[in-house]
Protein backbone atom coordinates (compact mmCIF):
# COMPACT_ATOMS: atom_id res chain seq x y z
CA UNK A 1 0.00 0.00 0.00
CA UNK A 2 1.14 3.02 -1.00
CA UNK A 3 2.01 6.39 0.98
CA UNK A 4 0.05 8.70 -0.86
CA UNK A 5 -3.06 7.82 -2.28
CA UNK A 6 -4.67 8.11 -5.63
CA UNK A 7 -7.45 6.98 -7.25
CA UNK A 8 -6.95 3.48 -9.47
CA UNK A 9 -8.34 5.05 -12.39
CA UNK A 10 -9.70 7.94 -14.00
CA UNK A 11 -11.68 8.82 -17.37
CA UNK A 12 -12.68 11.40 -19.95
CA UNK A 13 -14.14 12.46 -23.48
CA UNK A 14 -11.61 13.93 -25.76
CA UNK A 15 -11.61 17.76 -24.86
CA UNK A 16 -13.08 17.39 -20.83
CA UNK A 17 -11.17 18.11 -17.75
CA UNK A 18 -9.98 15.42 -15.53
CA UNK A 19 -8.26 15.70 -12.42
CA UNK A 20 -6.63 13.62 -9.81
CA UNK A 21 -5.80 13.93 -6.48
CA UNK A 22 -3.22 13.02 -4.47
CA UNK A 23 -3.43 12.11 -0.73
CA UNK A 24 -1.14 12.35 2.09
CA UNK A 25 -0.59 13.03 5.33
CA UNK A 26 0.81 15.60 8.12
CA UNK A 27 4.35 13.86 7.19
CA UNK A 28 4.45 14.39 3.83
CA UNK A 29 2.26 16.55 1.73
CA UNK A 30 0.84 18.18 5.19
CA UNK A 31 4.28 18.60 6.61
CA UNK A 32 4.79 21.21 3.69
CA UNK A 33 7.12 18.74 1.19
CA UNK A 34 6.67 19.91 -2.60
CA UNK A 35 4.44 17.20 -4.70
CA UNK A 36 5.63 16.75 -7.98
CA UNK A 37 3.54 14.92 -11.03
CA UNK A 38 4.94 12.24 -13.49
CA UNK A 39 3.72 10.50 -16.66
CA UNK A 40 4.70 7.44 -17.24
CA UNK A 41 3.14 5.86 -21.09
CA UNK A 42 3.43 2.17 -21.83
CA UNK A 43 6.88 0.88 -21.72
CA UNK A 44 8.84 4.04 -21.00
CA UNK A 45 10.02 5.52 -17.88
CA UNK A 46 8.27 8.01 -15.84
CA UNK A 47 8.23 11.44 -17.10
CA UNK A 48 8.14 14.63 -15.05
CA UNK A 49 4.85 16.71 -15.99
CA UNK A 50 5.07 18.89 -12.76
CA UNK A 51 7.32 19.80 -10.29
CA UNK A 52 6.83 22.06 -7.51
CA UNK A 53 3.79 21.72 -6.82
CA UNK A 54 2.41 23.79 -9.72
CA UNK A 55 5.43 24.45 -12.25
CA UNK A 56 5.82 22.96 -15.64
CA UNK A 57 9.22 21.81 -17.19
CA UNK A 58 9.70 23.07 -20.32
CA UNK A 59 7.92 21.18 -23.37
CA UNK A 60 5.05 20.31 -21.14
CA UNK A 61 1.67 21.72 -22.51
CA UNK A 62 -0.14 24.17 -20.20
CA UNK A 63 -3.18 21.44 -20.35
CA UNK A 64 -1.32 20.46 -17.36
CA UNK A 65 -1.33 22.10 -13.80
CA UNK A 66 -1.42 21.15 -10.17
CA UNK A 67 -2.20 22.66 -7.05
CA UNK A 68 -1.71 21.47 -3.52
CA UNK A 69 -3.94 22.14 -0.45
CA UNK A 70 -3.39 20.87 2.91
CA UNK A 71 -2.49 16.92 3.32
CA UNK A 72 -3.43 16.65 -0.70
CA UNK A 73 -2.62 17.62 -4.18
CA UNK A 74 -4.15 17.56 -7.48
CA UNK A 75 -2.89 17.25 -11.29
CA UNK A 76 -5.82 18.79 -13.65
CA UNK A 77 -5.67 18.04 -17.32
CA UNK A 78 -7.86 20.01 -19.50
CA UNK A 79 -8.84 19.65 -23.17
CA UNK A 80 -7.76 15.98 -22.82
CA UNK A 81 -6.16 13.96 -25.89
CA UNK A 82 -6.42 10.36 -26.97
CA UNK A 83 -1.99 10.72 -26.13
CA UNK A 84 -2.87 11.84 -22.37
CA UNK A 85 -3.86 8.06 -21.93
CA UNK A 86 -0.82 6.62 -19.71
CA UNK A 87 -0.38 6.19 -15.98
CA UNK A 88 -0.22 9.21 -13.25
CA UNK A 89 2.32 9.57 -10.29
CA UNK A 90 1.74 11.87 -7.27
CA UNK A 91 5.36 12.49 -5.23
CA UNK A 92 6.89 13.75 -2.02
CA UNK A 93 9.28 13.58 0.37
CA UNK A 94 8.18 11.57 3.91
CA UNK A 95 9.25 12.95 7.50
CA UNK A 96 8.52 9.63 9.04
CA UNK A 97 10.47 7.43 6.27
CA UNK A 98 13.00 9.97 5.71
CA UNK A 99 12.76 9.27 2.26
CA UNK A 100 10.90 9.81 -0.65
CA UNK A 101 6.88 8.36 -1.22
CA UNK A 102 5.04 7.83 -4.38
CA UNK A 103 1.27 7.49 -4.95
CA UNK A 104 0.00 4.66 -6.66
CA UNK A 105 -0.51 5.19 -9.63
CA UNK A 106 -3.79 6.52 -11.32
CA UNK A 107 -4.75 5.02 -15.10
CA UNK A 108 -6.20 7.90 -17.34
CA UNK A 109 -8.19 6.34 -20.03
CA UNK A 110 -9.22 8.91 -22.97
CA UNK A 111 -12.76 7.50 -23.84
CA UNK B 1 20.55 17.65 -22.25
CA UNK B 2 21.25 14.88 -19.58
CA UNK B 3 21.11 10.76 -20.63
CA UNK B 4 21.59 7.99 -18.57
CA UNK B 5 22.08 4.27 -20.16
CA UNK B 6 21.60 1.73 -17.74
CA UNK B 7 23.63 -1.44 -17.65
CA UNK B 8 23.29 -5.12 -15.89
CA UNK B 9 21.63 -8.43 -15.65
CA UNK B 10 18.49 -9.07 -16.34
CA UNK B 11 18.56 -12.08 -14.27
CA UNK B 12 19.58 -12.97 -10.91
CA UNK B 13 19.65 -16.31 -8.68
CA UNK B 14 18.25 -15.92 -5.08
CA UNK B 15 20.03 -14.78 -2.47
CA UNK B 16 22.64 -13.07 -4.46
CA UNK B 17 23.63 -9.96 -5.03
CA UNK B 18 21.64 -7.51 -7.84
CA UNK B 19 24.30 -5.63 -9.41
CA UNK B 20 23.04 -2.55 -11.74
CA UNK B 21 25.25 0.54 -13.31
CA UNK B 22 24.04 3.85 -14.60
CA UNK B 23 26.18 6.07 -17.27
CA UNK B 24 25.73 9.46 -16.99
CA UNK B 25 26.26 12.07 -20.53
CA UNK B 26 25.50 15.57 -20.11
CA UNK B 27 26.22 16.22 -16.31
CA UNK B 28 28.79 14.80 -13.91
CA UNK B 29 28.00 12.74 -11.06
CA UNK B 30 30.42 14.65 -8.93
CA UNK B 31 27.53 17.88 -9.25
CA UNK B 32 27.00 19.69 -6.53
CA UNK B 33 23.08 20.23 -7.69
CA UNK B 34 21.69 16.73 -8.71
CA UNK B 35 21.38 13.63 -6.68
CA UNK B 36 21.39 10.00 -8.31
CA UNK B 37 19.01 7.49 -7.30
CA UNK B 38 17.53 4.02 -7.90
CA UNK B 39 14.11 3.57 -7.90
CA UNK B 40 12.28 0.26 -8.80
CA UNK B 41 8.59 -0.14 -10.32
CA UNK B 42 6.70 -4.11 -10.06
CA UNK B 43 2.48 -4.26 -9.97
CA UNK B 44 2.84 -5.27 -6.26
CA UNK B 45 4.80 -2.91 -4.63
CA UNK B 46 4.32 0.39 -7.20
CA UNK B 47 6.96 2.90 -7.81
CA UNK B 48 9.49 2.82 -5.08
CA UNK B 49 12.17 4.91 -4.43
CA UNK B 50 15.22 2.99 -3.09
CA UNK B 51 18.82 5.19 -2.24
CA UNK B 52 20.52 7.28 -3.90
CA UNK B 53 24.13 9.31 -3.81
CA UNK B 54 25.37 12.99 -4.20
CA UNK B 55 28.31 15.18 -3.89
CA UNK B 56 27.94 18.12 -1.20
CA UNK B 57 31.56 18.96 -0.28
CA UNK B 58 31.91 15.33 0.51
CA UNK B 59 30.12 12.15 -0.76
CA UNK B 60 26.66 11.32 0.87
CA UNK B 61 24.23 8.44 0.58
CA UNK B 62 20.59 7.71 1.72
CA UNK B 63 18.81 4.45 1.35
CA UNK B 64 14.96 3.76 2.17
CA UNK B 65 14.04 1.82 5.12
CA UNK B 66 12.88 -1.27 3.38
CA UNK B 67 16.46 -2.01 2.00
CA UNK B 68 18.42 0.01 4.21
CA UNK B 69 20.40 -3.35 5.40
CA UNK B 70 21.23 -4.97 2.06
CA UNK B 71 21.13 -1.44 -0.55
CA UNK B 72 24.47 0.36 -1.68
CA UNK B 73 24.46 3.00 -4.13
CA UNK B 74 28.03 3.98 -5.12
CA UNK B 75 29.76 6.54 -7.54
CA UNK B 76 32.28 5.93 -9.81
CA UNK B 77 33.60 9.54 -11.04
CA UNK B 78 36.51 7.94 -13.18
CA UNK B 79 33.69 6.66 -15.16
CA UNK B 80 31.27 9.09 -14.29
CA UNK B 81 28.49 6.54 -13.77
CA UNK B 82 26.71 5.64 -10.12
CA UNK B 83 25.98 1.54 -9.59
CA UNK B 84 23.58 0.15 -7.34
CA UNK B 85 24.00 -3.40 -5.44
CA UNK B 86 20.95 -5.13 -3.50
CA UNK B 87 22.26 -8.14 -1.94
CA UNK B 88 19.99 -11.00 -0.25
CA UNK B 89 17.77 -11.02 -3.56
CA UNK B 90 14.01 -12.59 -3.45
CA UNK B 91 11.53 -13.12 -5.72
CA UNK B 92 9.68 -10.28 -4.18
CA UNK B 93 12.57 -8.14 -5.65
CA UNK B 94 11.53 -9.04 -9.20
CA UNK B 95 11.07 -5.53 -10.70
CA UNK B 96 11.60 -2.94 -13.24
CA UNK B 97 14.58 -1.17 -11.65
CA UNK B 98 15.20 2.79 -12.79
CA UNK B 99 18.28 5.52 -12.70
CA UNK B 100 17.37 8.83 -12.21
CA UNK B 101 18.59 12.28 -11.93
CA UNK B 102 17.65 14.59 -8.96
CA UNK B 103 17.23 18.05 -8.95
CA UNK B 104 14.90 20.50 -6.44
CA UNK B 105 13.50 17.39 -4.78
CA UNK B 106 12.17 15.71 -8.78
CA UNK B 107 13.60 13.62 -10.83
CA UNK B 108 13.72 15.32 -14.37
CA UNK B 109 15.78 12.50 -16.13
CA UNK B 110 15.56 8.52 -16.26
CA UNK B 111 17.24 5.75 -17.36
CA UNK B 112 15.62 3.18 -19.62
CA UNK B 113 14.95 0.58 -17.14
CA UNK B 114 15.81 -2.69 -16.46
CA UNK B 115 13.84 -5.85 -15.70
CA UNK B 116 15.53 -7.91 -12.72
CA UNK B 117 14.11 -10.83 -12.64
CA UNK B 118 14.85 -13.11 -9.47
CA UNK B 119 14.81 -16.69 -10.10
CA UNK B 120 16.52 -19.97 -9.73
Known amino acids: QSVLTQPPSVSGAPGQRVTISCTGSSSNIGAGYDVHWYQQLPGTAPKVLIYGNNNRPSGVPDRFSGSKSGSSASLAITGLQAEDEADYYCHSYDSSLSGWVFGGGTKLTVL | QVQLQQSGPGLVKPSQTLSLTCAIS??????????WNWLRQSPSRGLEWLGR?????????EYSVSVKSRITVNPDTSKNQFSLQLSSVTPEDTAVYFCARGTDGYLDSWGQGTLVTVSP
Open chain 2, 53 to 61: TYYRSKWHS
Open chain 2, 26 to 35: GDSVSSNSAA
